[in-house]
């Protein structure tokens, strides 16, 4: 399967529903709702902060270790990695689809195609977060659409199918959320945790 599928994919999925819902919903909600501008502009806000936050988890360096700070730092009480010939700090791993030793690493996330590790994981935890709260609100919205509406127009077709896609990734992305608000509870990483 190419790399890049899952990566291709969420960002299908989330620029698509988020539009179709901006796109139906927006002139609805601030002439029908009295607090549907607070709404639409909150919602906007938690929308920016799940895009910059995947932008982020993917690009940046999840925590690679440098070669030259390793051989000095790790050489006593690090272990050493036969891939990268070097000795890691303690709870860092090889990744073996980025082929390099990760700091704290936690996991290697296809649908961002890149590890998350010590440096990036607090934009991944926020991504997470803002992306089940952008979920939470559509599905709201919708439930109240399908409620209220008394015309099946296409505004009552994009309801259902922006609920039933909210449901599914709603679930995922909350069973995430969970685990790793347990995760960092306990103090450790996913890999350690498994
Ligand atoms: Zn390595
Ligand atoms: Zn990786």
């Known amino acids: 399967m190419c790399k890049y599928f899952l990566v291709i994919?969420?960002?299908t999925l989330i620029i698509l529903?988020?539009?179709?819902?901006?796109?139906?919903f927006s002139k609805n909600l601030i002439e029908k709702w009295k607090f549907g501008k607070i709404f639409l502009i909150s919602d906007s806000l938690i929308f920016l902060l799940v895009i910059i936050n995947f932008l982020l988890v993917m690009c940046l360096d999840p925590g690679y270790i440098q070669?030259?700070?390793?051989r000095i730092?790790?050489?006593e009480n690090g272990d050493f990695c036969e891939n990268c010939r070097i000795y890691r700090p303690p709870r860092s791993h090889h990744c073996k689809y980025c082929n390099r030793c990760i700091e704290i690493f936690d996991h290697h996330c296809p649908v961002v195609n890149n590890c998350i590790g010590k440096l990036n994981y607090k934009y991944?935890?926020?991504f997470l977060l803002s992306l089940f709260l952008h979920i939470t609100l559509i599905f709201f919205i919708c439930v109240l659409h399908i409620w209220t509406s008394n015309n099946q127009n296409s505004e009552y077709l994009c309801s259902w199918i922006l609920l039933g896609v909210s449901i599914v990734s709603g679930i995922y992305v909350f069973s995430l959320l969970y685990l790793h608000l347990k995760l960092i509870f306990?103090?450790?990483t996913t890999r350690e945790y498994n």
């Open 186 to 188: 306990l103090g450790k």
């Open 67 to 70: 070669i030259e700070i390793s």
């Open 9 to 11: 994919f969420s960002w």
């Open 17 to 24: 529903c988020s539009t179709c819902f901006y796109w139906f």
């Open 124 to 126: 991944y935890f926020t």
């Open 73 to 75: 730092s790790f050489v």
